[in-house]
């Protein structure tokens, strides 16, 4: 880390700021300038408050030179990381199919469409049981009994699960989900998180709606912080100006990830676009980004003509994903 | 609630789709104009699922003729509501002066930070004792000891006293503690939110980094429809592009709550701004927009200079603030 | 165009409305409901100030039912557009790629590069002339001398040319100029799109660091409004919180362009990304997202072994994209 | 200028970095740390192209100690500057109250506007005579027409005026215009920034809808390049999430523009809202906040009972907030 000061501090302050630094088991490394002084710290300068220093009266200027993730940053674990979930290997080459239904609704819908996906290429069901919405009137999913009809998809299919978790005290019913999705509102949770970090299981943490990578990484940081390694980052959009598209797909999200981090990362088309139709387009270009996964909504409810154009995939369209997805990766391979 | 079908649309659709909505205990009165067709939604269409409709293939667009939010809606509840807290009235005219420390580091630092801000004027204490922090490895608070401390504050001075909740698991930790906060980043923890609306303490809600006023108030009528209604909301800055401000402090949101809710509003210039030099004027003005109040960081640390420039202020420059924020108060009156 | 009226509004008012509305040359199709009354209005809504209406005490709300675009959408020109180029065509699967240097620098440099980029594939050349800096002190070009250094590589390759141009004043210097490109700071410089429209040339309207897809392509209409169809539409990211990367690459916007307009689309990843190693993975992305082209900055500079991390690739690197993009096209094909 | 080279960096490409940089009439001060190495740049590091070094492969970060603009900096003009516009002063205690309708419609309308806003107390009379439009088929204003009839007005009430250049090429018909305002959209349309710094007029330079501080001081800096220093500042909303108000009123950029120039900073409260009910608290907390100046748009429609609702207040609506505003400047004296 390094601390610009500004021109006119006294050497007083300087010594003042220096022992105040030193105090935290930092080393400090001065260097004076014609026009500034610059102070090099050396250590563990995670627990440094930044926003502290930089508010320093003598402080123009503070700059991290190393990340504030450890355990989640690359320098420190060059190979990528790769998660297990059931059978299903993702990460280092390994792709995951994610899909199935926005909300388990039935044991009929989410069988039948746990069929279908799997047919047309899935190695991973969705489905909602617990759902965050922004109304309280708003259905809030089937909880429990979702996550009850969800393993029976799984015991019919073989396909792992994944789903939310929205409150620690619900961990029980998670006891043989594969895979625990923590959903953008609450990629900030950090007491969820930090539970989450007491089990082993994987988790697929998903970006929120307006925060950077490093805050995306530094979330992941909290639950690896406390044991958990098994991390799959997820894109699903950010909030933009722009208002066709529901969020805003950031696809250099996967490039970016790949270079600061060791972890998976999975893109969420369907949530990201909020449209049927760019799905398709859109998780070929994940794919093409470099995308270790994919999390596509299907649903299968041919006696409701009314929900064509939703977000949702038929099976029929899911399939046809698949096909061109596979065509991307075989001419990347 | 307003839903505008797409030319084209044949009277098949129509039909479908208007059964669905009448199964949903809709009253729907169809309007076919030349170029298009109008269905109002008339019943309680706060249960309908805007984005579904939207998603429809036969539907242009969707649109709320009334806000989704009931409980916190001024148009149902045209009075200013008042919130008390220990001896203090909130809203209506009443004026909440909220000061302290960022976190409570030990009782003598608390104690004498609480005396020092009512001797300016100061009519409630606050205080973090729970940190939500973006790395875990920074300070997270003293936690359930700073609680301890905060009422031992409380006390000796008889100012009320806020403090941030992060887990519902702890909430027996605030049974004395007169308005508990949520902060930022737990704004849309909707979990978090209906447990707290079980209680009957007053509730801060603070505006998430890049959350709609119609998303705050949704997250108000969380806490709203499980009974709690001693809600306080509270504009501490949201996310933008600039960074010579750390967020930037939205004050219309004072003039557009007040319009749309009957809560009342606070405002953080701290936070929001991180630079203790623009507390004060950022006061002044969240005063003259019709702020029902103010938070405001105050820390009492002679022995360390090194905190002169931080984004609280000392005891004198908030004994200022307060003398220049009663004048635009009587100057308003 | 669809006004929704509040309830309450009395017979004389709405009467009073749709007099004015009809002074407009519109149709008025009014239809009341039990809680509300909605126009339906029919006509050239394009002239209708949506900001006044909205802004009236009567009205709930205003929703266009149709764009306020025309020359540039798809609906009434549902095959995709070719813009031709000298030689080159862009659009409806022909593919453009656009490579060379952010300034031109020296006749040496814009002709090596171009030589360079034309082995490899790309068949347009870019170079900047004109260049828009934030700062008065910055570099801002070789301007017109610029231009004639491109004419003399567009002479040396047979690749045609495009560059910017930052004032309608200096028109007369790009008769030569292929395409036109007008910068992402001038979008909405509506005089000078206005005059662009007045000529025949190909224009490259990138799209602004915080502008919807919308405001793009009413952009684009300002220029056909004028008589000049031969616009490409170029994303090359939008600004966004996220600080990894210069800007924030919107591929989505490929997809809802092609939706809502007939108009090619290009991507420009170099900018968006800000970072070498970041042009291959969005590139690629870019093409699986169907985009109609790609822009990337090359440069060529030996002897300069400073420049090797910067944004632009090296002419080896270049190649390398090409090769990854034509595996891609391939595979969609 | 300070940058921070990556560990590993070897003597060989450090002396390559600094040769460079001294090429560039700038002295480099090298400090080798344990961990990295800083190179403190000294000179005119405004020229330096911080985009290219931080580029570089080498180098970890570049952080400016020094701003990038110069003239409008308050370090070197401590002093508030005083703007003259006629024979008012804008800045270091005189206080601008601009007023008038957003677009010049006739001779009759503004010159009742002119005498009803000069009567309340306005000194400064607005008024639109090029419109910037979204749309091609908008009303784009009376234009050479509407300067006319403005000088009319001041004329008649004495009155200086402010009115909006859009295009280099109409400066002839600004002669007699006191002070030309540069829109949002224009900001970063730096060529016109230079023309207008060839003349003498004071600027009213508007902040563009997603620009920071330090882009709009860079956009004066361009002026006052070119010797014209006279520049009013203008905050007028910037583009966010919130849908409520047409803009977000960043009240903290008053106190930030203060901090950073000596230059006056005006509030436009009326387009940064876009609801008249907004205006009164938005002026008043502009004031409270320190602003040298307002503008407000003011319409005379008493035969138009449509308007009333309009983001423009009526000359009674106007007096009110005028009364308002001198409140709160008395209570701040």
Not at 27 to 52: C, K, N, P, Q, Y
Not at 184 to 212: H, S, V, Y
């Amino acid at each position: 880390m390094i601390a610009v000061l500004k021109s006119g501090t006294t050497p007083d302050q300087v010594q003042h700021l220096v022992a105040w630094l030193k105090n935290m088991s930092l080393d400090v490394h001065i260097s004076e300038g014609a026009e500034v002084t610059v102070l090099g710290l050396i250590g563990d300068t995670s627990r440094v408050d930044m926003d502290l220093l930089k508010s320093l009266d003598m402080v123009e200027t503070v700059k991290r030179v190393s990340e504030p993730f450890k355990q989640a940053n690359r320098k420190f674990h060059p190979n990528d990381s790769i998660i297990n979930a059931g059978d299903v290997r993702i990460g280092r080459g390994y792709f995951a199919m994610i899909a199935g239904p926005c909300s388990v609704e039935s044991e009929e819908q989410i069988i039948e469409v746990a069929t279908a996906v799997k047919a047309s290429g899935a190695n991973i069901l969705r489905g909602g049981a617990f759902k965050p919405r922004t109304s309280p009137y708003a259905f809030q999913g089937m909880k429990g009994e979702g996550i009850q009809l969800l393993l029976k998809a799984k015991q019919a299919t073989g396909l792992p699960i994944v789903t939310e978790i929205m409150n620690i005290s619900t961990l029980d019913l998670f006891a043989d989900v594969d895979i625990i999705q923590v959903g953008a509102r609450n990629m900030q949770n950090f007491d969820l998180l930090k539970e989450l970090g007491k089990t082993r299981k994987p988790i697929l943490l998903k970006r929120g709606l307006a925060n950077t990578l490093q805050e995306l990484l530094m979330s992941a940081e909290y639950i690896m912080s406390e044991g958990n390694e098994n991390i799959i980052l997820c894109e699903r959009g950010i909030r933009t100006f722009e208002t066709y598209t529901r969020n805003t797909l950031d696809l250099s999200a996967v490039a970016a990830l790949h270079e600061l981090s060791h972890l998976p990362v999975v893109v969420d088309p369907s949530h990201a676009t909020g449209k049927a139709k760019m799905v398709s387009p859109m998780a070929c270009a994940a794919v093409a980004a470099g995308a270790d996964g994919l999390m596509i909504e299907v649903h299968n409810n041919p006696s409701c003509a009314l929900c064509d154009g939703a977000q949702s995939l038929t099976p029929q369209q899911f399939d046809d994903v698949c096909q061109r997805v596979n065509r991307i990766r075989e001419a990347m391979a």
